[in-house]
């Protein structure tokens, strides 16, 4: 590709939101010069500056602040440590030789990258996705984009609207529709418990006398042109619509939070190995991919609840890279992680023994008073009593190296008893 | 389709040409709505209508794809056996065929067949190589664009309410104004008969069938190489479910075949979309159900009654003089359309005299596909023109260039769904999370555009109330 | 008299069950820390939310503004602020911490801008 402006880089980070914007910092700290962020929006801070509401930064600024103030932060960090970026720009292709594809306005360009950090989020799942049937008027919507468009570009998405999926953000956009004067008739939920935190459903819901409907979901959209009405009705164990339940709610928009998927194309184009269960790339205790040389952080790696995690996390990625770089990386020894029973998944995969480690994981299931154990074969090593467990919330353990001294292998459940 | 491919055809004349159409766009109705296939010719009776146009349509593609700067791509179709029964079906369809012209259909064995298509199990399968896919929305825009490029005028947004006859010719009242016109095609698809009975052609009934379609991502593209359908299924309940790639990289599950009562209806069902899916399954075991990404339908004008066994044949016909019905339309409509055109002008000069024009461009405007260009050629575009280098659609890797390229087209149409089949901007698999509010900021800041007049697909489907404020303002 | 509530104040979200008389609180159970003992009060006598949205700009890089209450406001005030904060338009350049809207409806309670807004570079 002789025309193609190319050069060589320590380090690219893919994506300059909160996961991206702590993992440059973190690798410029520990001694990366040359390195660059690539942002596709035409701003810093990712998904943050939408998300208007506080909540952000408890555990990492001691103080609730909200979605932009966080990333400021950040950003003011990025500016003064004076580390390149670059907005409207996006990652086209990187290959496994770690050339990053770069399209901006202000040309094509290729980076020969010693280390590249994943830092590129997720998308909303879709109503395509979820194969709802009816008509396909204008007015349905994915949580995300609403709030994109309320908060961000100032448009009004619509007036009656019914939300499917009572996550955190179609719990937010609730709240915040309904305070700009839309009525949000009711919240659909196909599981029979909400999967939002419960301060949401106070601050979201019950303050505004929305509706939640448990075991319910959409089972049709119906206008031909923009939307009239939805249909809603109650599932049973299985999830199936039950006959003659159906109840026609009149509204002019449906706002769809039915989930978030890591975004992993980029991954696939590079051959990281990814996970079915979460998404994203599996993973060393230090975050790097199959890949040598390439780290996962944030959202793309798996889907988060609180930001400060993220950056957390981003900040160890950063420091894996830095390592790699500086060529301090060690060559070690791993064992395999396993998410057993009443786990969905357990990150890191790959664990180094004898070493402080901390350990990601979703349950199935909610439960009250509840023992995850951590397990080597037959033997507990270690285990940890929660008042409150629910799948809406990721669970962090920390394990000493001592506790993993010559461990064969890891395998985390929650305990029965 | 046939309405631009018409056109398109009477532009190359010097005649005065006008399209009405009453949406907002071109290619609104299930002209965008089905496989794309260029079908070779097995099913039709021999002599009829649809076998000849078929046969010829497919022959003038080659050319036209080039003319129009449209991709169409002989991928291959299966038409797989799965039971001894079967196999007999397969002798019958190739006879069929051969009879119709096609040529080059071979019937083959077991394992060839599983060489071929690994991921699909069969007993046998009869093999047509020139079968091809297209984009049916690209071509029907590149014909319309072409026409209009030649002096067609495109009347968007105009819909015809009454046909009179009078002294030389046609009133042709629409909502938009009257036509006097000398010559009326009618190829109003869905409403032929409706718009036939306008002058008193009353014999004609449509019966709207609905087919239901699922999309899948273009991870799953890998696993079929051409186009795989089942022997047309004999028994009631069975859709005999088609697998077909698209040309842009896509899978199409479908479609279903499902009579109907009010011609609009293009709802998607649970019903049609568990049926698509199980009969998907039972075809190619490995299809992830969780690859669909999107569910639509068109509505196809059948002239067949429901419960009819043999398909009836196009109605092409000057049922009064100097008015031309195009009736029944329907597959194969996409491979015939260029010579369904060619026949109607032909009719039109047997009775009259038109000059052919001499300065007829056939050539339709270049449309840059970014993602489709090599990487060099992506560097001196985004040199050339900034706008090359900004992402739009993320998933479809279509550029802020592309997008204005299709807000500019000559008909005006400034829809998401004009940028959308032009671009295929909010295709990918995530379905306009990220393109739609780039793309609403460029209608608001390059084009002006209020936030009342932003609609998805026509005047009646806005995106928006208006502003993040109106509810709460005083007098809201 | 008797309700269940949810406490917001933290992620844990704890379920309580608050008994009370007119005038005071009797108990609470099901709380974890003591800051819901101060919320449980408040929410049964005076309920107050923290008001996050946004506001019109002019001149800026962007047409909103996103804003939040320094402090929680009466609950039954948010709807009549969201009303005056959308009669509001606030001209570029705004910086984090900026007062859009003094002392909304006499409860000390301010309006600060939570980004930063530059001025536009095109005439608007």
Redesign the interface.
């Known amino acids: 590709m002789r025309d193609v402006l190319s050069r060589n880089i320590d380090l690219i980070v893919v994506g300059g939101g909160p996961a991206g914007l702590a993992a440059a910092i973190s690798a410029r700290k520990e001694g990366i010069k040359d390195l660059l962020i690539v942002e596709r929006n035409n701003w810093l801070g990712g998904i943050l500056p939408q998300c208007i509401h506080d909540g952000f930064g408890l555990i990492i600024f001691k103080e609730t602040l909200t979605g932009p103030e966080y990333a400021q932060k950040y950003i003011d960090e990025v500016k003064k440590l004076e580390i390149p970026y670059m907005v409207d720009s996006m990652v086209l292709e990187i290959t496994p030789e770690k050339d990053v594809i770069v399209s901006s306005p202000k040309g094509l360009f290729v980076f020969h990258a010693k280390a590249i950090i994943l830092a590129m989020g997720c998308r909303e799942r879709t109503r395509g996705q979820i194969r709802i049937p009816g008509s396909r008027p204008a007015g349905v919507y994915t949580a995300g984009v609403a709030q994109n468009l309320v908060n961000l570009k100032n448009f009004m998405v619509g007036k009656n609207i019914v939300v499917l999926g009572s996550g955190d953000i179609g719990l937010i956009m609730t709240r915040r529709l309904t305070l700009e004067g839309a009525k949000v008739h009711a919240v659909a939920e196909i599981l029979p418990y909400p999967s939002g935190l419960p301060r949401n459903i106070q601050q979201c819901l019950i303050d505004y006398d929305v509706p939640l409907l448990l075991s319910h979901t959409v089972t049709e959209i119906q206008g031909q042109n923009r939307v009239e009405a939805v249909v809603v009705s109650q599932v049973d164990e299985n999830f199936k619509p039950i006959e003659g339940t159906q109840q026609r709610i009149p509204c002019d928009t449906l706002l769809l939070s039915i989930g978030l998927i890591p975004e992993n194309e980029l991954s696939k184009t590079c051959g990281v190995d990814l996970n079915q269960i979460t998404g994203g790339a599996v993973v060393k205790e230090n975050l790097e991919t199959s890949v040598q040389g390439i780290f996962a952080c944030g959202n793309t790696l798996q889907v988060h609840d609180v930001v400060d995690y993220v950056s957390l996390e981003a900040e160890k990625a950063g420091k894996s890279a830095a390592e790699y770089v500086l060529g301090k990386q060690r060559k070690v020894k791993r064992i395999q992680t396993e998410a057993g029973n009443g786990i969905r998944y357990v990150l890191p995969h790959f664990i180094r023994r004898n070493a402080d480690l901390e350990l990601f994981m979703r349950v199935t299931c909610p439960g009250k008073d509840k023992y995850i154990g951590v397990f080597d074969g037959r033997k507990l090593v270690k285990r940890r009593k929660f008042r409150k467990i629910h799948p809406a919330e990721m669970i962090k353990m920390r394990l000493k190296g001592s506790e993993t001294k010559n461990i064969k292998g890891l395998r985390v459940e929650v305990l029965e008893k | 389709m046939v309405g631009c491919a018409l056109a398109r055809e009477f532009s190359k004349f010097e005649l005065k040409t006008v399209l009405v159409e009453k949406e907002g766009d071109v290619c609104c109705g299930v002209s965008k709505a089905n496989s794309g296939v260029l079908h070779t010719g097995l099913y039709y009776k021999k002599g009829s209508l649809k076998a000849r146009l078929c046969v010829e349509g497919r022959l003038m593609f080659k050319k036209l794809v080039k003319e129009l700067d449209v991709s169409c791509t002989l991928c291959g179709k299966h038409v797989v056996a799965r039971t001894e029964e079967e196999i007999k079906d397969l002798e019958r369809l190739r006879d069929v065929g051969e009879a119709n012209g096609v040529r080059g259909l071979t019937i083959i064995s077991r394992d060839l067949a599983k060489k071929r298509e690994p991921n699909v199990d069969s007993l046998g399968a009869l093999y047509s190589p020139v079968a091809g896919i297209v984009s049916p929305y690209l071509f029907t825009i590149a014909l319309a664009e072409n026409a209009s490029s030649n002096g067609v005028n495109v009347y968007l947004n105009t819909k015809v309410v009454g046909i009179k006859q009078v002294n030389e010719g046609f009133r042709v009242t629409t909502t938009q104004g009257d036509f006097h016109a000398d010559i009326v095609i009618n190829s109003a698809g869905l409403y032929a008969d409706r718009i036939a009975s306008m002058v008193g052609i009353d014999q004609y009934q449509l019966y709207p069938c609905r087919g239901e379609y699922?999309?899948l991502d273009k991870d799953s593209r890998g696993l079929i190489s051409g186009m795989v359908y089942p022997v047309p299924p004999k028994v009631a309940g069975v859709l005999g479910v088609h697998l077909t790639p698209t040309i842009d990289g896509n899978m199409l599950i479908g479609p279903s075949a499902e009579f109907i009562d009010v011609r609009?209806d293009?709802?998607?069902?649970?019903e049609k979309?568990l049926e698509l899916m199980t009969e998907a399954k039972d075809l190619l075991p490995s299809i992830s159900l969780?690859a669909?990404?999107?569910?639509?339908s068109g509505v196809r004008s059948k002239i067949t009654p429901p419960g009819e066994k043999e398909a009836r044949d196009f109605i092409i016909q000057e049922d009064l003089a100097g008015f031309i019905n195009l009736i029944g339309i329907e597959s194969p409509g996409l491979t015939s359309s260029p010579a369904i055109a060619k026949l109607v002008v032909q009719m039109v000069k047997e009775k009259r005299d038109i000059r052919q024009k001499k300065d007829f461009n056939p050539i339709g405007r270049k449309t840059v596909r970014f993602h489709e260009t090599p990487?060099?050629k992506?560097?001196?575009l985004?040199?050339e023109d900034?706008?090359y280098?900004?992402?739009v659609c993320?998933?479809e890797?279509v550029?802020k260039r592309e997008v204005l390229d299709a807000l500019n087209n000559p008909f005006g149409a400034k829809t998401i769904a004009a940028v959308k089949y032009r671009t295929r901007a909010g295709m990918g698999?995530?379905?306009?999370?990220?393109c739609?509010?780039k793309i609403?900021?460029i209608l608001?800041k390059e084009y002006g555009m209020a936030?009342e007049e932003?609609?998805?697909?026509?005047t009646?489907?806005?995106?928006?109330?208006?502003?993040?404020?109106?509810?709460?303002?005083?007098g809201? | 008299m008797k309700k269940e509530m949810i406490c917001i104040i933290c992620p844990l979200g704890c379920s309580l069950t608050v008994n009370y008389t007119q005038k005071a609180i009797q108990s609470v159970e099901g709380n974890q820390c003591e800051r819901s003992l101060d919320y449980a009060e408040k929410e049964i006598f005076n309920p107050e939310r923290t008001l996050t949205t946004t506001v019109r700009v002019k001149q800026g890089h962007l047409p909103l503004v996103s804003v939040r209450t320094n402090k929680p406001l009466p609950k039954k005030l948010l709807f009549d602020a969201m009303d005056l904060l959308a009669e509001i338009e606030v001209e570029a350049p705004i910086k984090i911490g900026h007062k859009i809207a003094e002392n909304l409806f006499n409860t000390g309670v301010d309006a600060v801008a939570t980004k930063n807004v530059g001025r536009s570079q095109r005439n608007q």
């Open positions: 699922l999309v609009e293009t709802r998607t069902t649970e979309i969780k669909v990404i999107y569910a639509f990487r060099e992506q560097s001196s985004v040199n900034p706008a280098g900004e992402m993320r998933c890797h550029t698999r995530c379905h306009g999370g990220f739609l509010p609403v900021e608001e936030a932003m609609t998805l697909k026509n009646d489907s806005p995106l928006f109330i208006g502003r993040t404020k109106d509810l709460r303002k005083k809201a």
